[in-house]
């Protein structure tokens, strides 16, 4: 049995990798799908990182590559947001193409969400064309990697809802920005997840956990 991997997901842990890793199994085999990890140096990252690797023992999901560019958020810091914001998302998608073409992956998934703001969707629909056209300037004719952004023409509350539907554990999921071992349902993720369940009339079972 052929058991390579064919679709490399941009994971962090988070609802958007958890919704979209449920979604890809609904039409792929979970020997075809490899999650990878971008470790950014980001305060969350062990929790992300944990929180992958459980998501990938419930989906059966047996790759996961872990990339460490630690100085990449820390050094964002210095740099205006909406800049920083552009650059690290160009960075990251960089780095995991190349991850993707060196496993001979199809497909490259990036769950990106932009809550139907046109500029934000706009935004990443361009930085994913761009780097498909200069990866193309750089493959080989006979293998061709694909950038899907799956959740991009959803709202927050849309993909909680298809979430929803596909039956998710939302425990396994991580949001927050914090160091703490429960979400701290202050900072600006927590705050837009909390928004997202609330709008789609979905419970957050992963808020309701005690510590
Ligand atoms: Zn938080």
Redesign the pocket.
Known sequence: METSTSHLILHSGGLRSIIATAELLQHTHQSKIAFLFINDGRPSTEQRLNKLKKQADYFHIEHIHVINVPHLYPLGKQTPQETYANLLHSQLLSLASLQAIELNANFLIWPALADNQTQAVAKITQQTLILSETLSLGQESDHDLEIQTPLLTLTDAQAIELGAHLDIDWTLAW????VLTT?????P??KRRARAFRQAHVVDSLVLTPA
């Open positions: 949001t927050c920005s914090s979400p701290c349902k202050q900072c993720p927590c």
